[in-house]
């Protein structure tokens, strides 16, 4: 068999990976690329294999990163089955149409420009129509049931810990007479976190494919960082001012609803001028909570506990659900001190970039991120410590104060990484190291050799391997950063020569006062150092 790694490979989005047996073709999740502008141009691009030939996917969880793509591999021509947890298919019901309500209306704000400008008209990735129709290919089981896909291939979902309905994937392919079991452990979570188990151990694997999110990391504590969060909160109203939280509308949002209602439902010594409103500004965060309520089965023994004695987990007396396009725009006409909790949880979309908009200027509010954030969205920007961005057409200075809380993370960082393969009691022969940005996938194989003696590897887009239940052999593929880098630098080359070209075009206003006459040399010479700093490069690159 083979497996190739068309995603999440040196990087952390776009998860995409295909096994190729005799008889049949299996996708592992099929997500969107998320990133900067060259990162999302590659959700555009044709599918590296036929989708037609694809017989089923296998869907480890419903963040876009994972899921974002399924209705452009129907539209594409899939007719195989989706099979995922049943609260993985009550999520993607509400997330795959809100992705393509997104695209739909991003595209119709773009072509106004564009028929205005006389331009090509585009078209969204998918549309809400394309979402609907790849519905119908879904089947969700629940965790550790057996799933025979067919004579030679079974699947088990065990509980990630990561969101609702997240899974570790237990794959079982007879083949040539022998059997290979090959573990995918999608996103793995942090454990004794709220609200969602903690993630399920495996006892044996052949092959194992991890995420290294956090490979180089180690996370604060979870209540360190509720703690820090609260005193943010405090610090800020105190001050007069607002905080904005980007945050995920599916996991993250609700862990820290879960956590604000304890905070306030159950604490008596806060004055009530600190009973600040908490609003939650994402119509498909308010959908997504629907769905974790009806899906409590799924809790750990705290939240069902509370459920139990009668406390409703994702409702308490200062917090308000905002729906409406009205209600979103009036929280930013007010100037009182709140707490807005608003995906996208990058900062890369969706309502919180207007929050974003008009509150990063003014220093009395704070702004918390409480996930992870790719290389290129705006909220790495922010991170960064960037004093001004563009948004939403305005220049904005930034002047508020910046947290970044890790102990909220939903991703496993380095040491839960480590803690988990330890437990195999059956160890890979090797392990494949994905969904992390290099260095952190680094980090974390060469630890793994260190502490286990198993060799990992860190493919590159597009690395195939050939796999049996005892040997292993590659057929390279490409390193996408390069080609990132590539596409990066011919697009500043098309820039630089339609300026020349503009140059050009007024020539003749330009000789006739004498501007490129007076300028010439220093024209020349610039073009000369350009010339001498290619030469270098290609000298470099043959070495």
Same mark, same amino acid.
């Given at each position: 068999?083979?497996?190739?790694?068309?995603?999440?490979?040196?990087?952390?989005?776009?998860?995409?990976?295909?096994?190729?047996?005799?008889?049949?073709?299996?996708?592992?999740?099929?997500?969107?690329?998320?990133?900067?502008?060259?990162?999302?141009?590659?959700?555009?691009?044709?599918?590296?294999?036929?989708?037609?030939?694809?017989?089923?996917?296998?869907?480890?969880?419903?963040?876009?990163?994972?899921?974002?793509?399924?209705?452009?591999?129907?539209?594409?021509?899939?007719?195989?089955?989706?099979?995922?947890?049943?609260?993985?298919?009550?999520?993607?019901?509400?997330?795959?149409?809100?992705?393509?309500?997104?695209?739909?209306?991003?595209?119709?704000?773009?072509?106004?420009?564009?028929?205005?400008?006389?331009?090509?008209?585009?078209?969204?990735?998918?549309?809400?129509?394309?979402? *609907?129709?790849?519905?119908?290919?879904?089947?969700? !089981?629940? &965790? =550790?049931?057996? /799933?025979?896909?067919?004579?030679? $291939?079974? @699947?088990?979902?065990?509980?990630?810990?990561?969101?609702?309905?997240?899974?570790?994937?237990?794959?079982?392919?007879?083949?040539?007479?022998?059997?290979?079991?090959?573990?995918?452990?999608?996103?793995?979570?942090?454990?004794?976190?709220?609200?969602?188990?903690?993630?399920?151990?495996?006892?044996?694997?052949?092959?194992?494919?991890?995420?290294?999110?956090?490979?180089?990391?180690?996370?604060?504590?979870?209540?360190?960082?509720?703690?820090?969060?609260?005193?943010?909160?405090?610090?800020?109203?105190?001050?007069?001012?607002?905080?904005?939280?980007?945050?995920?509308?599916?996991?993250?949002?609700? *862990?820290?609803?879960?956590?604000?209602?304890?905070? !306030?439902? &159950? =604490?008596?010594? /806060?004055?009530?001028?600190?009973? $600040?409103? @908490?609003?939650?500004?994402?119509?498909?965060?308010?959908?997504?909570?629907?769905?974790?309520?009806?899906?409590?089965?799924?809790?750990?023994?705290?939240?069902?506990?509370?459920?139990?004695?009668?406390?409703?987990?994702?409702?308490?007396?200062?917090?308000?659900?905002?729906?409406?396009?009205?209600?979103?725009?009036?929280?930013?006409?007010?100037?009182?001190?709140?707490?807005?909790?608003?995906?996208?949880?990058?900062?890369?979309?969706?309502?919180?970039?207007?929050?974003?908009?008009?509150?990063?200027?003014?220093?009395?509010?704070?702004?918390?991120?409480?996930?992870?954030?790719?290389?290129?969205?705006?909220?790495?920007?922010?991170?960064?410590?960037?004093?001004?961005?563009?948004?939403?057409?305005?220049?904005?200075?930034?002047?508020?104060?910046?947290?970044?809380?890790?102990?909220?993370?939903?991703?496993?960082?380095?040491?839960?990484?480590?803690?988990?393969?330890?437990?195999?009691?059956?160890?890979?022969?090797?392990?494949?190291?994905?969904?992390?940005?290099?260095?952190?996938?680094?980090?974390?194989?060469?630890?793994?050799?260190?502490?286990?003696?198993?060799?990992?590897?860190?493919?590159?887009?597009?690395?195939?391997?050939?796999?049996?239940?005892?040997?292993?052999?590659?057929?390279?593929?490409?390193?996408?950063?390069?080609?990132?880098?590539?596409?990066?630098?011919?697009?500043?080359?098309?820039?630089?020569?339609?300026?020349?070209?503009?140059?050009?075009?007024?020539?003749?206003?330009?000789?006739?006062?004498?501007?490129?006459?007076?300028?010439?040399?220093?024209?020349?010479?610039?073009?000369?150092?350009?010339?001498?700093?290619?030469?270098?490069?290609?000298?470099?690159?043959?070495?």
């Amino acid at each position: 068999m083979e497996i190739q790694f068309f995603g999440a490979a040196k990087m952390v989005t776009g998860s995409n990976y295909l096994i190729t047996t005799e008889k049949y073709n299996i996708l592992v999740d099929c997500g969107m690329f998320q990133g900067n502008k060259e990162m999302e141009k590659m959700n555009f691009m044709d599918f590296p294999y036929d989708v037609e030939e694809v017989d089923y996917l296998i869907l480890t969880h419903a963040h876009i990163d994972h899921s974002g793509r399924i209705p452009k591999l129907v539209k594409d021509g899939f007719r195989g089955k989706i099979i995922c947890t049943k609260p993985t298919f009550d999520l993607c019901e509400i997330m795959l149409l809100d992705s393509a309500k997104i695209q739909e209306s991003d595209v119709e704000w773009e072509n106004k420009k564009r028929l205005r400008a006389g331009q090509d008209m585009i078209y969204p990735l998918y549309t809400m129509k394309d979402a *609907e129709e790849s519905l119908k290919y879904f089947e969700p !089981y629940f &965790y =550790n049931q057996r /799933i025979n896909l067919n004579e030679d $291939i079974s @699947i088990r979902f065990k509980d990630a810990g990561h969101i609702l309905g997240s899974a570790v994937v237990e794959m079982w392919i007879q083949e040539k007479g022998e059997q290979t079991k090959i573990v995918f452990s999608g996103d793995l979570g942090m454990p004794d976190r709220p609200i969602i188990k903690s993630p399920e151990f495996i006892e044996d694997a052949d092959y194992l494919i991890i995420e290294s999110t956090y490979g180089n990391t180690n996370h604060e504590l979870f209540k360190s960082s509720t703690e820090k969060l609260i005193d943010i909160i405090n610090r800020t109203v105190i001050r007069g001012g607002s905080v904005i939280i980007p945050s995920f509308a599916v996991g993250r949002t609700q *862990e820290l609803i879960y956590e604000l209602n304890k905070y !306030y439902e &159950y =604490n008596n010594e /806060i004055e009530e001028y600190m009973r $600040i409103p @908490i609003y939650v500004d994402s119509p498909m965060a308010v959908n997504a909570t629907e769905v974790f309520q009806k899906n409590s089965s799924s809790f750990d023994e705290e939240a069902t506990e509370l459920i139990l004695k009668g406390d409703n987990p994702f409702s308490f007396s200062n917090l308000r659900y905002i729906r409406s396009q009205e209600e979103s725009m009036a929280l930013n006409k007010s100037n009182y001190p709140k707490v807005i909790i608003s995906s996208s949880g990058m900062a890369n979309a969706g309502r919180v970039r207007h929050h974003l908009k008009h509150n990063l200027w003014n220093p009395k509010n704070s702004l918390v991120f409480v996930g992870y954030q790719a290389e290129g969205t705006l909220g790495r920007i922010l991170l960064d410590g960037v004093k001004r961005v563009k948004l939403l057409g305005e220049e904005i200075d930034v002047q508020l104060e910046i947290y970044d809380l890790e102990g909220f993370s939903g991703h496993a960082d380095q040491k839960t990484l480590i803690n988990w393969i330890d437990r195999f009691k059956t160890k890979p022969k090797k392990i494949f190291i994905v969904h992390g940005e290099e260095e952190q996938s680094n980090t974390l194989s060469n630890l793994i050799e260190d502490k286990f003696n198993i060799e990992t590897i860190v493919p590159n887009m597009e690395d195939k391997f050939n796999i049996s239940k005892d040997e292993i052999e590659l057929k390279k593929g490409i390193n996408i950063e390069p080609v990132l880098l590539q596409q990066d630098i011919e697009n500043e080359l098309e820039n630089v020569y339609k300026q020349f070209g503009a140059l050009v075009s007024r020539s003749g206003m330009l000789y006739k006062d004498k501007i490129i006459e007076k300028n010439y040399d220093e024209l020349k010479n610039k073009l000369i150092d350009l010339q001498h700093e290619l030469m270098d490069l290609n000298i470099l690159l043959s070495k």
